[in-house]
Nanobody, 115 residues
Framework: VQLQASGGGLVQPGGSLRLSCATS????????MGWYRQAPGKQRESVAT???????DYADSVKGRFTIYRDDAKNTVFLQMNSLKPEDTAVYYC??????????WGQGTLVTVSS
């Protein structure tokens, strides 16, 4: 299983970015897919997750600003990030949890929110 994350970059506060996580297999083979982030000097934290059934969950800090969704035909999960804040600056990672219990991580994509 390979996960290819993309879409990071530099954005001003209040701006938007969309992250993409393309998978090498059918998206329905994954129990849960999610986005995590790690800021400098901090532990990696969950940002948003989506189950195979479409249930979503968000960290309190991003609720109302971020949306996780997927394109089943493209086997891709997206994270739409709006109203970005400097504290959203981090390396963002996508993760796939398989029904077998195995976890797979994509490479990180850096999001920098700064004026």
């Amino acid at each position: 299983v390979q996960l290819q994350a993309s879409g990071g970059g530099l954005v001003q506060p209040g701006g938007s970015l969309r992250l993409s996580c393309a998978t090498s297999g059918s998206i329905f083979s994954f129990k849960v897919m999610g986005w995590y982030r790690q800021a400098p000097g901090k532990q990696r934290e969950s940002v948003a997750t989506i189950t195979s059934g479409g249930w979503t969950d968000y960290a309190d800090s991003v609720k109302g600003r971020f949306t996780i969704y997927r394109d089943d035909a493209k086997n891709t999960v997206f994270l739409q990030m709006n109203s970005l804040k400097p504290e959203d600056t981090a390396v963002y990672y996508c993760k796939a949890e398989m029904w077998s219990g195995m976890d797979y991580w994509g490479q990180g994509t850096l999001v920098t929110v700064s004026s």
